[in-house]
């Protein structure tokens, strides 16, 4: 089959799917976000490029990169548009919308019963410090989108605070949005579930430096961890709610006894997990790829 990977031909992860669905037979490309086009013509045909993106019988998303609000739209709409006349997106565009917004997605687990840490939007200066207060003076402050721990701190402190506070004064009338989450006592390591299919791959993330946060990204160490049914079943729970047939499910065992949903992440990645757990993931996402064309997914979403 010809198979357009989204992402940056030169990535890690575009490489070893490269590799790997070559390897099974099949004619696959990579193709950049930024190259991404489409022509609706005046009789009513849609037409999409480059040319891999318009030919390919199934579109896989790896990699998602930044830019502004229209440029994420764009590319959302235009997957979607792909996905209507029937052409495979893997995640789907309304499961990479879901997964993106940690708002959106923290906000659909939690209406359906998966435990998540409390978590305040706000964007105003009043508003923000209010969330704060409200945390207890001691919170972690997420960009909306974003992975590998980029651009999360812990905000204990007046001083710590302040200049998300002057940032949305600053801002006004627009608004600066600020996603600010409970600080949870842990034992320093979580644990990242790698779903893909009925197929389930999962390391512990421990931090070696005494730092609250276990992204590989910033130092923890991975070790191959089998997980307990429930936390297994929690996880493919939220896949079936944000409709991810590969996701990156973090969850987080608390001092207090809870285990919280941290983060589902649509286009995760696997190199550290990889390493831990010695099995060729990019294999394993092709050959689950290779069936879902004959039987694509059913989301069945367990309740409480």
Avoid at 200 to 227: C, H, M, Q, V, Y
């Amino acid at each position: 089959m010809r198979v357009a990977v989204l992402g940056e031909p030169t990535g890690w992860h575009v490489g070893k799917l490269l590799a790997a669905f070559c390897e099974r037979g099949h004619d696959a490309v990579a193709v950049r976000w930024s190259e991404l086009a489409a022509e609706v013509t005046g009789g009513g045909a849609e037409l999409f490029f480059p040319t891999a993106i318009e030919q390919a019988e199934l579109i896989v998303v790896r990699g998602m990169p930044g830019g502004r609000l229209e440029d994420l739209i764009f590319r959302m709409d235009l997957l979607g548009r792909l996905a209507l006349r029937g052409t495979p997106v893997v995640n789907a565009p309304q499961s990479l919308e879901g997964a993106i917004d940690k708002y959106l997605s923290l906000a659909r687990l939690a209406a359906v019963g998966i435990p998540v840490p409390r978590t305040i939007v706000a964007q105003d200066a009043a508003s923000i410090q209010r969330a704060w207060l409200s945390l207890g003076g001691d919170c972690i402050v997420k960009p909306l989108f974003g992975s590998r721990g980029r651009g999360m701190e812990r905000l204990r402190t007046p001083e710590a605070i302040a200049p998300l506070l002057e940032a949305a004064a600053e801002a006004q009338p627009s608004g600066a949005v600020a996603y600010l989450q409970e600080y949870v006592p842990h034992a320093g390591w979580d644990v990242r579930i790698l779903l893909i299919g009925n197929r389930f791959f999962s390391i512990k993330r421990i931090s070696e430096n005494g730092d609250w946060r276990t992204n590989l990204a910033r130092g923890a160490r991975a070790e191959a961890f089998s997980p307990p049914a429930a936390w297994l079943d929690l996880a493919r729970r939220c896949a079936a709610v944000l409709q991810t047939e590969i996701a990156g499910v973090d969850l987080l065992p608390t001092l207090d006894g809870r285990l919280l949903v941290l983060e589902v992440n649509a286009v995760p990645g696997w190199r550290g997990l990889e390493a831990a757990v010695g099995d060729d993931i990019a294999a394993s996402v092709v050959h689950y790829l290779e069936g879902r064309l004959a039987t694509p997914p059913v989301f069945a979403i367990k309740t409480g």
